[in-house]
């Protein structure tokens, strides 16, 4: 079983910073894909970013803006979100794959004031 532990969400005027940090409880190898995805009130989730072998991918939306990154020693992904519009708003899920299997944190909501 895994466990991914989403934090750093919050509340931000717009044009602020925030970020986001989800720890995995076992070692996701560089192979397996971790990523962001999120979920605004009334719609359904979207893919933000996601990491896999040092590759990246980004949605529209938040190409420019968003960072994703991970340490391998810590076990953690990262979202970098630099220039939050109020449309960032949503509750931001980690998510990663292991040994076939696909596991979810549990959200870390994330609001961005105008």
């Known amino acids: 079983q895994v466990q991914l532990v989403e934090s750093g969400g919050g509340l931000v005027q717009a044009g602020g910073s925030l970020r986001l940090s989800c720890a995995a409880s076992v070692k996701i190898f560089s192979g397996n894909a971790m990523g962001w995805y999120r979920q605004a009130p009334g719609k359904q989730r979207e893919l933000v970013a996601t990491i896999t072998s040092g590759s990246t991918n980004y949605a529209d939306s938040v190409e420019g803006r968003f960072t994703i990154s991970r340490d391998f020693a810590k076990n953690t992904v990262y979202l970098q979100m630099n220039s939050l519009k109020p449309e960032d708003t949503a509750v931001y899920y980690c998510?990663?794959?292991?040994?076939?299997?696909?596991?979810w944190g549990k959200g870390t909501l994330v609001t961005v004031s105008s």
């Open positions: 998510n990663a794959g292991y040994y076939g299997m696909n596991y």
